[in-house]
Nanobody, 124 residues
């Protein structure tokens, strides 16, 4: 599956931004999807994941209550709505896909397919 992320940009602290990821090449609903981010000099960090039908989600503690992951299997897209953004949310955001069937992974290793990343910058 090929993944194309979009929607990043510059926003002030406290603002909102949505990033999306379009999938192509294989049956989108066969994948659980995740979002990760990587800030300069830091390791890639798990943000959120959603199962194949949207019935299950997982969030990192750092974004719980502020970010919402969703998917539209008819449009082959997964989105991340980000509210109450903080400067520490500044990073390149990546979408990823996994066929792992048991639970929702919170680490990068089970995600076989990755998008190219989109920059999110939150100014103070």
């Amino acid at each position: 599956v090929q993944l194309q992320a979009s929607g990043g940009g510059l926003v002030q602290a406290g603002g909102s931004l949505s990033v999306s990821c379009a999938a192509s090449g294989r049956t989108f609903s066969s994948f659980s999807m995740g979002w990760f981010r990587q800030a300069p000099g830091k390791e890639r960090e798990f943000i959120a994941a959603i199962n194949w039908n949207g019935g299950g989600t997982e969030y990192a503690d750092s974004v719980k209550g502020r970010f919402t992951i969703s998917r539209n299997n008819a449009k082959n897209t997964v989105s991340l709505q980000m509210n109450s953004l903080k400067p520490e949310d500044t990073a390149v955001y990546y979408c990823a896909a996994t066929t792992q069937g048991l639970g929702l992974p919170r680490t990068a290793a089970p995600f076989r397919y990755w998008g190219q990343g989109t920059q999110v910058t939150v100014s103070s």
